[in-house]
């Protein structure tokens, strides 16, 4: 009997843990968010659910215990992920390396599915040099910088999240003095505002509802080779890049020391870029032809795109001993600045002066991360921002308080090592 009796139990204990486990890795995208991340230690992606109003999170696609022994499940390493708007399809740069034999270097697409796994479409979509991805904010063109050479690439997105090769259109001519470009961080200027929120509140200034996106787009990249970032035009309906209106060539605008990263605001006002040696953000207003125009803009640039430098630009991230600012990003609604401080593990907080695009330190000004932050994302109702950590090998969490920007830390999760790479809906 008694043997009988451990066995019973035993089947009770093992049912029980069952349970535990498969509640704790559900996901309902009505109620749940969902971050995806790349692990170049087992060269894979994983996804992990999170309740809305507590954050709890727990994995729901390559759990960490199950991939402890896994190796280049992908065909390269993973690094820079972007999500679609609407979450339907991840897209994430591979890179090619000996530690996984017959490994590629370019783009793979994943469909999302509705309970969070991720399945691959297709093959690798082959690419030179992806250092970085951006997506605009309609879901309809990818965008890549390609490092070293001073290249983007630019890929029209179709049904099932084929990617098609767009040919360029512009000129690009090196300016005396300059060297060869090393572009490491883009991002495109919007055609689709913040929407309102429930009961048609206003998140952003502009979101009111009748308010029309623009119908001009830009993209702006970082080249850290030569402390500038440089302007294109982007033809909205085919995703070509060609020269700014009213210019026979791509343009140049001064930034400080090694641009390493570079956001665009949502209301199409302001682009940041951060710079690495310095530990500057340098600041800059839009000149977009329309009545969010800085009078700084000159009356002949009317919606060229062209930048202009904010008062006081560059601002110092050097509070609370913040330094080597990389990623960097514009919250959804267009009120705070947050740069990933890669040498201080640290994020800097920033309030956006809505008519300026002046920087003020937020309160706190600094947060903590995890060690050697690589990558940073925040949600698109700006409530939650995830950090991936390399060498800690874990996933920063924090809830984003919309009208302060102030982020509070929740507990960091453990992902599979050498976390790069991530993206959240």
Excluded at 320 to 327: I, T
């Amino acid at each position: 009997m008694s043997t009988r009796f451990a066995w019973l139990l035993g089947v009770v204990v093992l049912v029980s843990i069952g349970l535990l486990v498969a509640c704790g890795t559900t996901y309902n995208s009505s109620s749940d968010g969902l971050v995806v991340i790349g692990s170049q230690g087992s060269a894979l992606l994983q996804a992990f659910s999170f309740s809305l109003a507590s954050g709890r999170i727990s994995a729901v696609y390559n759990s960490t215990p199950s991939t402890s022994n896994s190796t280049c499940v992908l065909p390269g390493l993973p690094s820079s992920i972007v999500l679609d708007p609407a979450g339907a399809f991840a897209y994430a740069i591979l890179n090619s390396s000996t530690l996984c034999p017959n490994s590629t270097t370019g783009i793979q697409a994943f469909k999302v599915n509705s309970d969070g796994t991720m399945t691959a479409v297709g093959s690798v979509t082959t690419d030179p040099n992806p250092v970085a991805l951006h997506m605009d904010s309609a879901g309809k063109f990818l965008f890549v910088a390609e490092g070293v050479g001073g290249g983007v690439d630019v890929y029209a997105i179709g049904s099932g999240a084929s990617l098609t090769a767009v040919p360029g259109t512009y000129a690009f001519n090196l300016p005396l003095g300059f060297q060869t470009p090393n572009f490491v961080a883009l991002a495109a200027t919007p055609t689709v505002f913040p929407g309102t929120g429930l009961n048609g509140q206003q998140n952003a200034v502009c979101s009111t509802n009748g308010n029309n996106a623009p119908t001009l787009e830009y993209l702006y990249v970082a080249d850290e080779q030569n402390n500038v970032v440089w302007e294109f035009g982007v033809n909205t309906s085919t995703g070509a890049l060609q020269n700014p209106p009213g210019y026979s060539q791509v343009q140049s605008f001064v930034a400080d020391s090694q641009p390493a990263g570079v956001s665009v605001d949502p209301c199409n006002r302001f682009v940041y870029v951060s710079n690495y040696l310095s530990n500057k953000i340098s600041a800059y207003t839009i000149c977009n032809g329309t009545s969010s125009q800085s009078t700084t803009c000159p009356a002949t640039a009317g919606g060229d795109g062209s930048l202009i430098a904010v008062s006081s630009s560059p601002f110092s991230i050097s509070g609370g001993g913040a330094s080597g600012p990389g990623p960097l990003l514009v919250d959804p609604f267009g009120n705070s600045l947050y740069v990933l401080d890669l040498d201080s593990n640290m994020i800097s907080i920033f309030h956006i002066a809505p008519v300026s695009g002046s920087l003020t330190p937020g309160t706190p000004a600094v947060v903590a991360t995890g060690a050697k932050p690589t990558s940073m994302a925040i949600r698109s109702d700006d409530s939650w921002l995830f950090v991936t950590n390399f060498t800690a090998g874990t996933l920063s969490q924090y809830s984003v308080t919309p009208a302060s920007g102030g982020l509070s830390p929740q507990p960091a999760i453990t992902t599979d090592t050498y976390p790069w790479g991530v993206a959240v809906k």
